[in-house]
């Protein structure tokens, strides 16, 4: 059973770091690409960033520059860290694993909720 456990979330202030872990489970995680999207209220669900099983990452405008994608192959997890987070970063971010040839493994999991605000 293909599982995904979010963390790391929380309250941070205009500016401020962040870094997400995601642990994943029931997949053959090394040959998978992962990325991380979020979801803010009223909002589609768009990818932020994405790292493919051989590291390549890319990351969408909104972030780049701000945002760093990572992967640990011997710990089943991918990471995001957060640099200067702005208060449209408030929303539940969700990890994600395809397959190569693109399809979703799993389920969304659960996520973590991170909230910009002074």
């Known amino acids: 059973q293909v599982q995904f456990v979010e963390s790391g979330g929380g309250l941070v202030q205009p500016g401020g770091s962040l870094r997400l872990s995601c642990a994943a489970s029931?997949?053959?995680?090394?040959?998978?690409?992962m990325g991380w999207y979020r979801q803010a209220p009223g909002q589609q669900r768009e990818l932020v960033a994405a790292?493919?099983?051989?590291?390549?990452?890319t990351y969408a405008d909104s972030v780049k520059g701000r945002f760093t994608i990572s992967r640990d192959n011997a710990k089943n997890a991918v990471y995001l860290q957060m640099n200067s987070l702005k208060p449209e970063d408030t929303a539940v971010y969700y990890c994600d694993a395809r397959s190569t040839n693109g399809l979703k493994l799993g389920y969304w999991g659960q996520g973590t909720q991170v909230t910009v605000s002074s």
């Open positions: 029931g997949i053959i995680f090394s040959i998978a690409n």
């Open positions: 790292i493919t099983s051989g590291g390549k990452s």
